[in-house]
Nanobody, 120 residues
Framework: VQLQASGGGLVQPGGSLRLSCAASGTVFSINSMGWFRQAPGKQRELVAAIDRGGTANYADSAKGRFTISRDNAKNTVSLQMNRLKREDTAVYYC???????????????WGQGTQVTVSS
């Protein structure tokens, strides 16, 4: 499985960004897809993940501000991020996981990271 992420960039506090990720290869093996992030000096952490049926799992920091969505036909997952805060600044990674893992537990497939910077 290959994951190609897009989006990210620089945004002011309170602004919005949208991240997208497209999967290719043996996509039939994928159940959940999601986004993780890693800030400097911190561990990589879950932002949000969603399975094929549309069940989503959000980190507490993302609830009410971020929305994850998925298009199974196109094998894509998107993350709409609203009301961004400075503490959302991180490198964001797309992830795909096979069946058998709880939604939000990362699988072995990672996309390239995309930088999100929230700053005035």
């Amino acid at each position: 499985v290959q994951l190609q992420a897009s989006g990210g960039g620089l945004v002011q506090p309170g602004g919005s960004l949208r991240l997208s990720c497209a999967a290719s290869g043996t996509v039939f093996s994928i159940n959940s897809m999601g986004w993780f992030r890693q800030a400097p000096g911190k561990q990589r952490e879950l932002v949000a993940a969603i399975d094929r049926g549309g069940t989503a799992n959000y980190a507490d920091s993302a609830k009410g501000r971020f929305t994850i969505s998925r298009d199974n036909a196109k094998n894509t997952v998107s993350l709409q991020m609203n009301r961004l805060k400075r503490e959302d600044t991180a490198v964001y990674y797309c992830n795909a996981a096979p069946r058998g893992l709880r939604i939000g537990v990362p699988g072995d497939y990672w996309g390239q990271g995309t930088q999100v910077t929230v700053s005035s």
